[in-house]
């Protein structure tokens, strides 16, 4: 039986001739004028929360415990509360659950606003693997090893670079490199895999996910103290190759730069993804149209009836007998109370410290927390790129020199689907040391900034691009991720974030980990409500 794989390689090697036909003849069309948009998220309530005024609650309610946040960590959070308790809600600031994992959709497809992608998981967090065989992405296992859906696999061909006018298969520099730049970047990429292979004198992984299972070993936390440049030239690596290939990837989850990224962090981006699968490689990763999204919807499947929506929390304080949380239901136009036995914030910490009440004396450097901006642009359009030389359009199209992640395909994964239309999905992240400054440019920048920034990195490998874009939108993240900024991770106001307030008041965000990945939201979740029912808050 010929396998999904093979089905649609063969009909992208079939439809391959036609397309460099087609390509020819639209290159001779003029750009024509189409609509441009900055979306975003809901800033009026933003805005009401940072002006603190709001009426006497007017009604209220009582629950076991109170989430605040819809992102992964909050629906993680829920997702595992409800095996214990009927009597939880979680309120969100947003129209909808997902955080920064939220997407949009056309006529042509769905999309990602943001993470759009999973790598096959290793062991060390059972629940997360529960969740994984629940949704079906894990169908089963063989010889030990979890057999994936290969539906949710991302399919061949997954990464290509654009470098010296070529694309070459795979995002490491290769095509046109010389021969002691490759060197070196090999000598580099073993070093990485033998830390992969490292342990700590306390037994433990040198680089885990998640990342409180790591090596506490001096020797490893030694290397939080200096940045991901710092380690690079310690270690004699100077090619300019290599350092652009590292910086990327310091880029690609924790939107800094080499200069701003701690060299554990930075390693532990190579080192701690040890995911096997009976039927695919460690570096497979998990990806649908929309991204991160769809395991949203897996996540919240059975929890709709526990959700509020576009609802702002401004107010958590402990009292004798729990919490009591102000918030303001924007459908009905109301402020309303909630009193519970614990909550758990599912909140950054730059949101968290607008809503504790500052009796609770929670001593925090809210400072330390670093928070990278994006830009996030999903265009339409009319028919297939125009190509250089090279591998074919993959997922996965980077642009070597770029201070962007270049662009993901948001109908890879459309099996026999075929479509004169097509959405790619542009990452530009603004790394940088002033995250304030660069958040206030972004926010200042209009859709047309946006375009032409977009378009002048995308015209490099395909040149007559704007010939075929039916729609350009654009979403600005102020607060896209947590950067694990020289000695955030192994620092005392990271371990700090954990601890909760009188044994009532819970915290569970990506930001406490240091690192914003879908693994460490999900596990901050789960891990908060096991705290609570250690704790015997609820009568289980």
């Known amino acids: 039986m010929i396998s999904r794989r093979k089905f649609v390689k063969h009909s992208m090697q079939a439809a391959a001739g036609s397309s460099l036909l087609l390509s020819a003849l639209q290159s001779c069309k003029q750009p024509a004028a189409y609509p441009a948009t900055l979306v975003g998220p809901n800033a009026r309530l933003g805005h009401m929360l940072r002006s603190g005024k709001f009426e006497e609650p007017s009604e209220g309610s009582n629950a076991d415990v109170l989430i605040i946040g819809g992102g992964i960590a909050g629906l993680s959070a829920a997702r595992y509360l409800k095996k214990y308790t009927d009597n939880f809600i979680l309120l969100e600031l947003g129209d909808e659950t997902g955080g920064n994992a939220i997407a949009g959709s056309n006529a042509i497809t769905a999309y990602p606003w943001g993470a759009h992608y999973l790598p096959l998981p290793g062991n060390n967090d ?36 654009y470098i010296n006018n070529f694309w070459q298969e795979g995002i490491t520099p290769r095509e046109g490199v010389p021969e002691k730049d490759r060197h070196e970047i090999e000598r580099f990429l073993a070093l990485m895999h033998d830390y992969k292979d490292q342990r700590g004198s306390d037994g433990r992984e040198a680089f885990a996910i998640p990342v409180a299972l790591s090596s506490q070993d001096k020797k490893y936390i030694a290397l939080d103290a200096i940045s991901m440049e710092q380690f690079l030239a310690q270690n004699g690596f100077t090619s300019p190759y290599l350092r652009w290939y590292v910086n990327y990837c310091c880029a690609d989850d924790f939107g800094s730069s080499l200069t701003d990224t701690s060299a554990w962090a930075g390693i532990h981006y190579f080192a701690s993804r040890k995911g096997k699968a009976a039927n695919a490689s460690s570096d497979t990763v998990l990806t649908w149209p929309e991204g991160n999204y769809w395991l949203v919807k897996q996540l919240r499947k059975d929890l709709e009836k526990y959700i509020k929506t576009n609802t702002l929390v401004y107010a958590v304080d ?171 991770i192994t620092g005392e106001t990271r371990a700090q974030t954990s601890m909760a307030i009188q044994d009532k008041i819970y915290f569970a965000h990506s930001d406490m980990s240091g690192i914003s990945i879908f693994e460490e939201a999900f596990y901050q979740g789960h891990i908060a409500i096991r705290k609570i029912l250690e704790r015997n808050l609820l009568k289980v």
């Open 318 to 488: 402990a009292t004798n007998s729990g919490v009591t949380v102000l918030y303001f239901d924007a459908a009905a136009n109301k402020t309303k109370k909630i009193t519970a036995q614990a909550a758990v914030l599912a909140t950054p910490q730059y949101v968290n410290q607008r809503l504790l009440n500052p009796n609770l004396k929670r001593t925090l450097d809210y400072s330390a927390f670093q928070y990278a901006p994006w830009m996030v642009a999903n265009i339409t359009l009319d028919a297939s790129l125009d190509e250089r030389k090279g591998e074919k359009l993959c997922w996965d199209n980077v642009i070597y020199g770029s201070d962007s992640l270049g662009y993901v395909n948001a109908t890879h994964q459309q099996i026999g689907f075929h479509n004169s239309h097509t959405v790619i999905t542009y990452y530009k992240p603004l790394p940088g040391r002033d995250v304030k400054k660069l958040r206030e440019q972004a926010y200042r920048s209009t859709i047309e900034d946006w375009k032409n920034i977009a378009l002048q990195d995308l015209r490099k490998p395909h040149r007559q691009i704007e010939n075929h874009i039916k729609q350009f939108d654009a979403w600005v993240w102020g607060h896209g991720m947590i950067k694990p900024v020289p000695g955030f």
């Open 126 to 161: 059972p629940e997360l693997i529960a969740f994984l065989r629940e949704a079906n992405v894990i169908t089963g296992y063989a010889n030990s090893l979890p057999v994936y859906n290969e539906y949710h696999l991302c399919f061949d061909p997954k990464e290509r670079l």
